[in-house]
């Protein structure tokens, strides 16, 4: 476990008085070299970042194309997609309403009852009214199987007001099994419509340079699991299978011009890479991880021994 620990601004102030005139003298000239750095660093990033033409950036739903300094947006996210997705949720909506890191059985609260009351609700409206995007008769007929076993649970969890951890794992395996076809049909159907959209762009739009150097940059909420639609799309269509080079996963970026900026530091450390160590990745890692990888293995073999 780490604690954070603040120190008195008192204790910074009798520390600094301790130090001779001349050390804080050459400390201070030593951090202020730090502001050319830092300006140096953004000017040479938004040179990379005027010059990255042509860049594709999927956000939100939104593929986006750069080229020529024009700017096309289109999403990739059908109705169909949408509804698959929002269907595949109810069962693990449930669950999340009754989690508990607890693996007994237990008895609902007052907010979880008037909680599933509503979500009851919401679903059996759905269930009654909803027009699904899809046409096929299949795929209606899963999503029905699904709010079907989601409605006859919730009814028979209301009525105990317990929590039997047995009936809970039986409920999620089954659904599983029905929105494991709808999880199939939505990454083919959204693997589609983007393969759509970026394809004739690639093929029609890019010249055979503008192929070769095109870049990727996924914006993301949360770091990326293994297997991320997009970024196999861009693996098999680049023949590139990793990240890093031409394509870019910036997680926790929340709105473009931050995730641009993510984006040209990355490019810009792989040009330094480059120049001082003849590899584009070292600068991707921490300057100090080597030394810090012997020596931590080093300090803890000390200490057990």
């Known amino acids: 476990?780490?604690?954070?620990?603040?120190?008195?601004?008192?204790?910074?102030t009798m520390?600094?008085?301790?130090?001779?005139?001349?050390?804080?003298?050459?400390?201070?000239?030593?951090?202020?070299?730090?502001?050319?750095?830092?300006?140096a660093y953004s000017q040479a990033r938004n040179h990379v970042l005027s010059k990255t033409d042509p860049l594709i950036t999927i956000n939100d739903g939104n593929v986006i194309l750069i080229h020529h300094g024009k700017q096309t947006a289109i999403s990739y996210r059908s109705p169909v997609y949408q509804d698959l997705k929002a269907i595949s949720h109810i069962p693990l909506t449930i669950y999340l309403f009754l989690?508990?890191?607890?693996?007994?059985?237990?008895?609902?609260?007052?907010?979880?009852?008037?909680?599933?009351?509503?979500?009851?609700?919401?679903i059996s409206t759905i269930r009654q009214s909803y027009n699904f995007a899809s046409t096929s008769d299949s795929?209606?007929?899963?999503?029905?199987?699904?709010?079907?076993?989601s409605i006859v649970y919730l009814r028979s969890l209301l009525e105990s007001k317990r929590v039997n951890?047995?009936?809970?794992?039986?409920?999620?395996?089954?659904?599983?099994?029905?929105?494991?076809?709808?999880?199939?049909?939505?990454a083919r159907n959204q693997l589609d419509v983007l393969h759509s959209i970026?394809?004739?762009?690639?093929?029609?739009?890019?010249?055979?340079?503008?192929?070769?150097?095109?870049?990727?940059?996924?914006?993301?909420?949360?770091?990326?699991?293994?297997?991320?639609?997009?970024?196999?799309y861009f693996y098999e269509l680049f023949n590139e299978y990793y990240e890093g080079k031409r394509i870019i996963y910036a997680e926790s970026a929340f709105d473009?011009?931050?995730a641009l900026n993510i984006f040209g530091t990355w490019i810009l450390d792989a040009y330094a890479g480059d120049a001082f160590?003849?590899?584009?990745?070292?600068?991707?890692?921490?300057?100090?991880?080597?030394e810090a990888m012997v020596y931590v293995k080093k300090m803890f073999k000390t200490t057990k021994n």
Request: charge should be negative.
């Open 1 to 12: 476990m780490f604690f954070h620990v603040a120190i008195p601004s008192l204790l910074i």
């Open 15 to 39: 520390f600094i008085l301790i130090l001779p005139h001349h050390q804080i003298h050459s400390q201070v000239q030593l951090s202020s070299l730090n502001q050319p750095f830092r300006h």
């Open 99 to 122: 989690f508990n890191l607890e693996s007994n059985d237990y008895d609902l609260s007052l907010d979880q009852i008037t909680q599933l009351k509503s979500y009851l609700q919401d």
């Open 139 to 149: 795929i209606i007929r899963t999503q029905y199987n699904i709010l079907d076993q």
């Open 165 to 186: 951890q047995i009936i809970l794992k039986e409920f999620c395996i089954q659904t599983r099994i029905l929105f494991s076809a709808n999880v199939n049909l939505a």
């Open 198 to 232: 970026v394809y004739p762009w690639y093929k029609q739009l890019l010249n055979e340079t503008e192929r070769e150097t095109v870049k990727v940059l996924i914006l993301a909420p949360k770091a990326a699991r293994d297997g991320t639609v997009e970024k196999l």
């Open 256 to 258: 473009e011009e931050r």
């Open 277 to 290: 160590y003849d590899d584009s990745t070292r600068l991707h890692r921490d300057l100090m991880a080597n």
